[in-house]
């Protein structure tokens, strides 16, 4: 089943921080993050793995609860580079699979 | 990271005919997956595409309609048969290498 991902959108100021959840209904062994620009290929961001740790990338980390099957990526300082839908994927199959499940995104627009 | 080529970029199919998407890898990678995103939509796992075996098809999606060869290590094709309009999408295939995936830049098919 598709993960639930929210906000579906955000407008932020140059600045501000923002937060993306993303909860499943399936047991989840990973979760990933991506970011896709307009006509462009999703970008990897994360990969998050059964055991509960956060992880960071600069200024965009990420946390996954495996008992509430719910990750969440944290932006702060926020860039107009940042502007793009955000997708997780999630695996409830195994551990190195990366037979993912999207949710439907969100997609965030950083304004000057 | 891996960089991946896609073949066509874009491509204009009357219904009925059908269309083989290219993906070529610059390493070796064990699995290629590919993906279905309709225009402002998630993406969806069409099938896992493993050298030396027949693909892996998600619920949905059938060998007869989406044929794929997996030659090598480093290349795969995604056929897309007998095209109605409900066809039209932008396939990416994707690979894993480590703990990262990467995306093609995705085929924008539009059937008419």
């Known amino acids: 089943q598709q993960p639930v991902q929210s906000p579906q959108a955000v407008i932020l100021r140059e600045g501000e921080d923002a937060v993306i959840n993303c909860s499943s209904s399936?047991?989840?062994?990973?979760v990933h993050w991506y970011r896709q620009k307009h006509g462009e290929a999703p970008v990897f961001l994360m990969i998050?793995?059964?055991?509960?740790e956060q992880k960071g990338h600069e200024k965009i980390s990420a946390s996954f609860n495996e008992k509430k099957q719910q990750s969440s990526l944290y932006l702060t300082a926020s860039q107009l580079s940042y502007s793009g839908t955000y997708f997780c994927?999630?695996?409830?199959?195994?551990?190195?699979?990366?037979?993912?499940?999207f949710g439907k995104g969100t997609k965030l627009s950083v304004i000057p | 990271s891996a960089v991946i080529s896609q073949k066509p970029s874009r491509d204009i199919c009357q219904r009925g005919t059908s269309l083989t998407i290219q993906c070529q890898v610059d390493?070796?990678?064990?699995?290629m997956f590919w993906y279905r995103q309709q225009p402002g939509q998630s993406l969806t796992l069409i099938a896992t595409a493993n050298q030396g075996s027949e693909a892996t098809y998600e619920s949905g999606f059938v060998i007869d309609k989406f044929p794929i060869s997996r030659p090598n290590l480093t290349f795969s094709t995604l056929t897309v048969s007998n095209m109605s309009p409900e066809d039209s999408s932008i396939y990416l295939c994707?690979?894993?290498?480590?703990?990262?995936?990467?995306f093609g830049q995705g085929t924008r098919l539009t059937v008419v």
């Open positions: 994707s690979v894993a290498q480590g703990s990262e995936a990467f």
């Open positions: 998050l793995l059964k055991g509960g």
């Open positions: 994927g999630t695996d409830s199959t195994g551990a190195g699979s990366y037979q993912l499940t």
């Open positions: 390493s070796q990678v064990t699995m």
């Open positions: 399936k047991a989840l062994y990973s």
